[in-house]
């Protein structure tokens, strides 16, 4: 068990150009979450797949954003036409089904310029 | 929707002096509980969680947080803190009920050990 893990770990974009983040969860792990941080606050839901089904989103996940799981294992997050706005730190969790632990991976922060 | 207040967004503490970090959540009719510690450019880590039972939980490093529902309350303490507890502290909930499954945290209350 070699725990969450994400890619890159660090972003500079310039704005209006698109990233994207990928997360590999623990092994067996069929929940995956990506939650936002920002500088000062508490992370924030963003959304959340059972397997390959993206089953939640937040609000604040604008048209900008979208998550897939193709395979139900290794999930990615997009944001296309990227703004200043956009700049936290983004987190993926995972947890097994019907568990109530979330295990984080250690974040991409993404700054826009 | 489910909110989390921690009462200190910072608290300083001297080395070996005992501490409190304030953590109160919105009711529902059943909750889980958790604290997530994050040490300076590392991710978070869980550091104990009330699902049910024993109200008081208890941490492998000290810690420890009450349930108290009547005040809907989970505050966390120590008493005897080291350097090495500087972090940043998460208290989060999961609301009860079928698919509410993501946390909601608090803003969060950096801890900081002087010696």
């Known amino acids: 068990d070699t725990g969450v893990s994400q890619d890159p770990r660090h972003k500079i974009t310039k704005r209006g150009q698109n990233v994207t983040f990928r997360c590999d969860p623990i092994?067996?792990?069929?929940?995956l979450y990506w939650y936002r941080q920002t500088l000062g606050q508490g992370p924030e839901f963003l959304t959340y797949f059972q397997n390959e089904a993206q089953l939640e989103k937040s609000r604040l996940l604008s048209d900008r954003f979208s998550a897939e799981r193709p395979k139900g294992s290794f999930s990615t997050l997009e944001i296309q036409r990227t703004e200043q706005g956009d700049s936290a730190m983004y987190l993926c969790a995972s947890s097994l089904d019907g568990a109530d632990t979330q295990y984080f991976g250690p974040g991409t922060r993404l700054t826009v310029l | 929707a489910q909110s989390v207040t921690q009462l200190d967004s910072q608290v300083p503490v001297f080395e070996e002096a005992p501490v409190e970090l304030r953590c109160n959540y919105s009711s529902s009719v059943s909750v889980y509980l958790f604290w997530y510690v994050q040490y300076p450019n590392q991710g978070l880590q869980l550091l104990l969680k009330y699902l049910s039972g024993s109200t008081l939980v208890e941490s492998i490093n000290g810690f420890e947080a009450e349930f108290n529902k009547s005040q809907t309350s989970f505050h966390l303490r120590k008493p005897s803190v080291h350097i090495s507890d500087t972090a940043e502290y998460f208290c989060?909930?999961?609301?009860?009920?079928?698919?509410?499954?993501?946390?909601?945290f608090g803003q969060g209350t950096r801890l900081t050990i002087n010696p």
């Open positions: 989060a909930v999961i609301g009860g009920g079928q698919g509410a499954q993501k946390l909601v």
């Open positions: 092994s067996e792990h069929n929940r």
